[in-house]
């Protein structure tokens, strides 16, 4: 077994980093090296002590431009930009924890949530000194027990008296679009989680019209990590373009499913078990794309990589498709949620999405009418860049790699074959959608 | 009529493009009202309407620069370039062309802000957007005033129909006020139009589609 966090690797000593160098860079950094017991805060304080405050806003902006630290909710915007123009707006901010984790393909934000909660705590409240914020909140999913363990966290540490601001843990309605950045802004703000146009930027006109930094729960455990230990520490670990590690969900061609801390650079035939059973990989989650398995073989888990493809590393969802799947089929599921999942605010989104869903039916159905690929084709070029938020981009992204990458599926539809008569389903989808303003909120 | 003569021609075209600006701007006005309602034309998916307003008004003002440019050329009465965007400038009929001016300063506005629309603040478009019944209704007061074209004839039934039509959208679309769908079920309510297979459980595939 080289999955998961059952790596071998050295228990730290007190107060020390995680010996970094080596082959393994002191990873895994956020996950305990030894199974998913979760960490409590007794284990958490002997291994890394105190958070460490740094005793003024600002000061920490610095080591994290050095460190090259990016965000880990997809986007990868440079972490320190963001603080900056937060500490610099003016007036008081808000701090938010993003740990809202709507991307169904995804489980590295509930998994570092349940195991290390203390270190995403520890960066919330370092990342909101840096920013100089006494208005801090943690937005997670409506996960009753996960909820419940980080709101005891919350409350040891207060008692504990490590806290400098108190965290209220905010509701995230069970939604694609939940964790977007306006949408945070607006639940939070007693709204729909729905995106709204930008600018203005959330980091400069968020919550109650705060300027408000939005980080995602990875994202900040990285944070208190840095703050710790240093840039350099941060970049033994990752590519000098992208530094660090950062953990992935791997979904095996053979129906495994696990979450691992890795470094950004490490190879993707190292992650995933990609022989002759696995025809493409989906990188990015359902607003990545799909590349051809003999394609990502040779490619690395990085921006530099995988953009030149049309794909990037996003929040570290790699898929290995088996051979013996449709992956037409399995595209028109995901096509289907994404439509459904329109906050249903855009034109070009709620009219365009569920278009292209209709017509990735078509062709994943027999002998397709041979309109449906062009029709799609032009109404992916009507949506993109159309919306308030990303949702259409991501969404044709998706779309047009697998027409690519599956070209010979669709020749094979036409002809009245496929690869999968019985459609397994293998992509992991949520059963319910939006019906009701009460699913947003 | 003496045909149009070369000291006669730049009068002709600037009254010839002034009435095909009216028609155009009548139309993008149409279209904006459509828009704004999600409605639908015939033949043409939702967001091709949104494409024709678009492209209708920048074929518009277009029309409404060479209206404005062989006005000013002419030398039968003196605006002046700068009259053509200030308003009420003009030392020939003031208040007429000044509403010309308006509606022309208006239209540059939106066309700007719609422009640069993804780099800007949504509420601030938006209230510029509203300007737009402000620019028709300028440009037909404007049309009706500083010529006499208009006052008989077909041309007059043109400016009643574009009068009319107006009225009729702003009704309609006042009528249409709190009867859009929520927003949470537009993108089902699509699917559900598009394919007539049950959508609203999402994702499951059954042994029905007998695939080979």
Not at chain 1, 9 to 22: K, Q, Y
Not at chain 1, 118 to 123: A, E, F, K, R, T
Not at chain 1, 195 to 211: A, D, I, L, S
Request: glycine content about 10%.
């Amino acid at each position: 077994m080289t999955y998961g966090t059952t790596v071998p690797h050295p228990a730290p000593e007190h107060g020390r980093p995680p010996r970094p160098g080596g082959t393994d860079a002191g990873l895994p950094r956020l996950l305990p090296a030894h199974g998913a017991v979760p960490v409590d805060l007794r284990t958490h304080l002997d291994r890394y002590g105190a958070p460490p405050y740094l005793g003024q806003a600002g000061r920490l902006i610095p080591v994290l431009k050095a460190a090259g630290l990016t965000g880990r909710g997809g986007a990868a915007f440079p972490v320190h930009r963001k603080l900056a123009a937060v500490a610099h707006a003016g007036t008081r901010p808000v701090v938010i924890g993003n740990g809202a984790e709507g991307e169904p393909a995804s489980d590295k934000d509930k998994s570092l949530l349940w195991i290390s909660p203390h270190l995403v705590l520890d960066g919330l409240q370092l990342a909101a000194e840096a920013v100089g914020s006494a208005t801090v909140g943690l937005y997670l999913h409506r996960h009753p027990r996960l909820q419940d363990r980080l709101r005891s966290a919350v409350a040891q540490r207060a008692a504990a008296g490590l806290d400098q601001a108190m965290v209220e843990i905010i509701d995230a309605p069970p939604r694609f679009l939940a964790g977007e950045e306006s949408a945070l802004a607006s639940r939070v703000n007693g709204g729909p989680a729905m995106p709204r146009f930008k600018p203005p930027m959330v980091f400069e006109r968020g919550v109650v019209g705060r300027p408000t930094l939005v980080q995602n729960v990875e994202t900040l455990a990285h944070l208190a990590l840095i703050a710790r230990f240093g840039a350099a520490w941060f970049r033994a670990a990752g590519t000098a373009a992208e530094p660090g590690s950062m953990l992935c969900t791997l979904h095996q061609a053979d129906g495994r499913r696990d979450v691992l801390e890795t470094g950004l650079g490490t190879p993707l035939h190292s992650l995933l078990a990609l022989d002759g059973q696995v025809q493409a990989v989906l990188s990015g989650g359902y607003h990545g794309a799909w590349l051809p398995a003999a394609d990502a073989a040779r490619m690395t888990l990085s921006n530099v990589d995988l953009q030149p493809a049309g794909a990037f590393v996003g929040a570290g969802v790699l898929v290995a498709l088996p051979a013996d799947c449709c992956g037409i089929a399995e595209a028109a599921r995901v096509a289907r949620f994404l439509a459904l999942e329109s906050a249903g605010q855009c034109g070009p989104c709620f009219n365009g999405l569920p278009r292209i869903a209709a017509a990735m039916d078509e062709i994943a159905r027999p002998r397709p009418d041979p309109r449906a690929v062009t029709d799609m084709f032009r109404w992916a070029a009507l949506v993109q860049g159309r919306g308030a938020c990303h949702h259409p981009d991501g969404s044709v992204r998706f779309i047009r790699s697998a027409l690519h990458v599956f070209r010979d599926e669709i020749t094979n539809h036409g002809q009245g074959r496929c690869v999968d008569p019985a459609r397994r389903p293998f992509l992991p989808l949520p059963a319910g959608t939006a019906l009701s303003a009460a699913d947003w909120s | 009529m003496n045909g149009i003569t070369q000291s006669t021609a730049l009068w002709y075209a600037s009254r010839a493009t002034g009435v095909v600006s009216l028609l155009l701007l009548t139309g993008v006005t149409l279209l904006g009202v459509l828009v704004n309602r999600q409605g639908r034309l015939p033949g043409l998916p939702r967001f091709a309407v949104t494409g024709l307003h678009r492209n209708l008004s920048l074929l518009g003002v277009l029309f409404v620069a060479v209206h404005v440019i062989t006005a000013v050329a002419d030398p039968y009465v003196t605006i002046g370039l700068a009259a053509a965007v200030i308003p009420f400038a003009s030392p020939y009929k003031p208040l007429w062309l000044g509403l010309g001016a308006i509606s022309l300063d208006v239209v540059l506005a939106l066309i700007l802000t719609s422009l640069a629309r993804a780099r800007m603040n949504r509420r601030l478009w938006r209230a510029v957007h509203w300007l737009a019944y402000l620019a028709w209704g300028s440009a037909l007061v404007h049309s009706l005033t500083s010529s006499t074209d208009l006052h008989q004839g077909v041309l007059l039934y043109l400016a009643i129909g574009c009068a009319l039509a107006v009225a009729g959208s702003v009704i309609w679309r006042i009528s249409q006020a709190g009867r859009e769908l929520p927003r949470e079920e537009r993108a089902a309510a699509t699917l559900d139009m598009m394919s007539p297979r049950s959508v609203r459980a999402p994702a499951r595939r059954g042994p029905r589609e007998h695939i080979r």
